[in-house]
């Protein structure tokens, strides 16, 4: 059964840090492109961070560039998303996603698995 499961998401004041982490199970990324979604309320899901399983190379959308760090563990099956210098506009609930092949796309409808979200909110 394939599975995305995210975690670490929760409270966080302005500047502050968080972990997200996304543990897939039934298959390997290995073969595939996996990466990270973001939804607000009353806005559209926007594409985060992106790795690609074949070279490593990343993706990120200019809202996080120098905040936002994506990696692989690819022993565990894991992808984690480092989060420094959190703003209130990245409240949203971060959801994590895979695609077949090589190439990173912020277009959603590429994506063919997704976890259940995890909430972030930033505020004072």
């Known amino acids: 059964q394939v599975q995305l499961v995210e975690s670490g998401g929760g409270l966080v004041q302005p500047g502050g840090s968080l972990r997200l982490s996304c543990a897939a199970s039934g298959f390997s990324l290995a073969y595939y492109t996996i990466g990270w979604f973001r939804q607000a309320p009353g806005k559209e899901r926007e594409g985060v961070s992106f790795?690609?399983?074949?070279?490593?190379?990343?993706f990120y959308a200019d809202s996080v560039k120098g905040r936002f760090t994506i990696s692989r563990d690819s022993a565990k099956n894991t992808v984690y998303l480092q989060m420094n210098n959190l703003k209130p506009e990245d409240t949203a609930v971060y959801y994590c996603a895979t695609k077949p092949g090589f190439m990173t796309t912020t277009n959603a409808s590429e994506y063919v698995h997704w976890g259940q979200g995890t909430q972030v909110t930033v505020s004072s």
């Open positions: 790795i690609s399983s074949k070279d490593g190379s990343t």
